[in-house]
C-alpha cells in the first residue's frame, strides 16, 4: 500500500499517516460560516482538501473514507445580516430571515464548490442540528470542573488543560501578554472562552440549564465532529488562520470532554492567500469571491489549477498571469484527451507525489510528462480533480470565423515583406493575441485560433 506522509501541525514535522482504522479513513474540515459568498481565500482549503480526500480514497478505497466538512449557521454575522434586511423592509421574523439567508448561502457555497471541481464530502453537518450535543458537552465539562456557569454565559477554564497552547506552541500567559483578550466581569481569567452565551428575543435561541441562548463557536466542531467520527479520528484540517484560537480551543474542549479519546491526530493547515502580491483587502480593490471570478468568464478548472501549483503549506499568489497560462495548459491537454477513456489507474509518479505532503506541484510536473500517453494523463490528472468530464466544456473551442482576420493579416505582412516595415503586422497581430487568438506565422501562411481567454468582442475591424 502506498505509503503517505503528511505535516502534522501538532509535531511540526513530516510523518508517517497510519489511520486509526483503515476500514474507515475519518477526516474533519472547518467550513464556511455562511453569511455570505465564498471568497477565493476561503476556496484555497476545500480545494487542497479535496486533494487529499481523493488521494484516501485511492490509497484506502472510496467506501472507506469519511470526510465531514461542517456549516456554521449560527452566528452573530449571520444575524447581524439578517437584521440588516428586517430592517431594510424584509417580511418574516428575524428566525425566517436568517434560516432564508443560511439555505440562500450554502445553495451559493455547493454551486461554487462544485464549480471548482470540489468532491462534496460524506456529511456536511449545521450546527443547528447538534444544538443538543452541544449543550450534553458543556453539561460534561461543567461537571468536570473544565467550565463554569456565569450570568447566563458558560465559559471554558482554560488553565484547567494544561496542554492548552501546545498546537500554536504559545504558553497561556504567552498568549495573554500578546494577543487582544477579551475581559468581560462574568470570566474567571481572560484566556477563557465562551461555550454559551444568552440571546435577547430577537435573536435565535435554544433552551438551556443555563438559559435561553446560543453556542460559541468553537463548541460547534467539537460536537459535530464527536458525533459523526468519535473522540478520535485521523486529519483535522483547515486554514492557518484558524489555528488559533478555533483549533486550540477545539482540542481543549474536546480532548477534556472526552479524555478517553485524542481527538484528532494530524492537524493539517494551509497557509494564506494573496492576490498579485497583496493581501487580498477590499480597500485594495483586489477583493474577490469565487463568483466574481467565474463570472469574469475563468472557468473554475483554471482557478483549482491555479491553487494547485502552489503547496498548500506555502502562501499563494493569484495572479491573471497565473490564470492565463493555467486556462492555455488545460486547453492543450483536454485538447489531447478529448474522446480518450481514462487509463484504469493514475501514474505512480503522480501517487507517490501527492503521497509526500500533497506535493500537488510536483504532481503537475509529472502530468507534463504524459503528453504521449493521453490515457494516463486523464487518469493521472482526475487524481487532482483535473480533466473530468463534465468539467470541460469552457475548452470547448468557440465556433468563430477567424478566416477574414487571417487574410488581413497575410496581406500585411506579404506588403511589408516588400517595404520592410513591419509596424502594421505588429499591431494587428496585437490586437489579436489581446482578443485572446493564438496568432501562428509560418513560410506555409497565416493561421489564427481561439486560444486562452478568446473574446470575441475585442476583435478588432478589419
Avoid at 444544538?131 to 477554564?157: N, S
Avoid at 440549564?209 to 467539537?222: F, Q
Avoid at 487574410?407 to 515583406?417: D, F, Q
Wanted: contains cysteine; negative net charge; glycine residues 8%.
Amino acid at each position: 500500500m502506498t505509503e503517505i506522509r503528511l505535516h502534522n501541525t501538532k509535531t511540526r514535522r513530516k510523518e508517517v499517516f497510519e489511520p486509526l482504522d483503515p476500514q474507515n479513513v475519518r477526516m474533519y474540515l472547518c467550513g464556511p460560516t455562511v453569511y455570505d459568498r465564498a471568497h477565493l481565500g476561503n476556496a484555497r482549503p476545500v480545494v487542497v482538501f479535496d486533494v487529499l480526500y481523493r488521494l484516501l480514497r485511492q490509497v484506502y478505497g472510496a467506501d472507506h473514507v469519511t470526510y465531514v466538512r461542517n456549516f456554521t449557521d449560527v452566528d452573530d454575522k449571520i444575524n447581524a445580516t439578517a437584521l440588516a434586511r428586517k430592517e431594510a423592509g424584509a417580511e418574516g421574523t428575524l428566525e425566517e430571515l436568517i434560516r432564508e439567508r443560511t439555505e440562500e448561502t450554502i445553495g451559493w457555497y455547493h454551486a461554487d464548490m462544485d464549480a471548482l471541481g470540489a468532491l462534496r464530502p460524506n456529511y456536511e453537518p449545521r450546527a443547528t442540528d447538534y444544538i443538543g450535543a452541544m449543550i450534553a458537552m458543556i453539561a460534561d465539562l461543567i461537571e468536570k470542573d473544565h467550565a463554569y456557569a456565569k450570568d447566563g454565559h458558560v465559559l471554558f477554564r482554560v488553565r484547567s488543560y494544561q496542554n492548552y497552547g501546545a498546537l500554536s506552541g504559545r504558553s497561556v500567559d504567552d498568549m495573554i501578554a500578546g494577543a487582544r483578550v477579551e475581559v468581560a466581569p462574568f470570566k474567571e481569567d481572560p484566556m477563557d472562552f465562551v461555550l454559551w452565551k444568552p440571546s435577547d428575543d430577537e435573536l435565535p435561541g435554544w433552551d438551556s440549564p443555563w438559559g435561553r441562548g446560543r453556542p460559541g463557536w468553537h463548541i460547534e466542531c467539537s460536537a459535530m465532529s464527536y458525533e459523526l467520527l468519535g473522540a478520535s479520528f485521523d486529519i483535522h484540517a483547515g486554514g492557518i488562520d484558524l489555528q488559533f484560537p478555533h483549533h486550540e480551543n477545539e482540542i481543549a474542549q474536546s480532548c477534556c470532554a472526552h479524555p478517553e479519546g485524542g481527538f484528532a491526530r494530524f492537524w493539517l493547515h494551509n497557509e494564506m492567500l494573496q492576490v498579485e502580491g497583496k493581501k487580498m483587502s477590499k480597500s485594495l480593490g483586489n477583493f474577490f469571491t469565487v463568483r466574481d471570478l467565474l463570472d469574469q468568464g475563468i472557468p473554475g478548472e483554471v482557478i483549482r489549477f491555479v491553487f494547485l501549483q502552489t503547496h498548500y503549506g506555502k502562501p499563494m499568489d493569484w495572479t491573471a498571469e497565473k490564470a492565463a497560462q493555467a486556462e492555455a495548459t488545460l486547453r492543450k491537454w483536454r485538447g489531447l484527451v478529448a474522446g480518450i477513456e481514462p487509463a484504469p489507474s493514475p501514474a505512480p509518479s503522480v501517487v507517490a507525489a501527492l503521497a509526500d505532503d500533497l506535493n500537488t506541484a510536483g504532481a503537475i510536473a509529472e502530468l507534463h510528462q504524459m503528453a504521449g500517453d493521453p490515457a494516463l494523463l486523464k487518469a493521472s490528472a482526475a487524481l487532482l480533480g483535473l480533466l473530468e468530464d463534465g468539467m470541460g466544456e469552457w475548452a470547448e473551442a468557440p465556433q468563430v470565423d477567424l478566416s477574414a482576420h487571417a487574410v488581413a493579416l497575410s496581406n500585411i505582412r506579404a506588403k511589408a515583406m516588400e517595404t520592410k516595415d513591419f509596424s502594421a503586422v505588429d499591431a494587428l497581430k496585437s490586437a489579436l493575441m489581446a482578443a485572446g487568438v493564438e496568432v501562428r506565422m509560418s513560410k506555409a501562411g497565416v493561421e489564427l485560433l481561439p486560444g486562452a481567454g478568446f473574446d470575441a468582442s475585442k476583435l478588432p475591424d478589419v
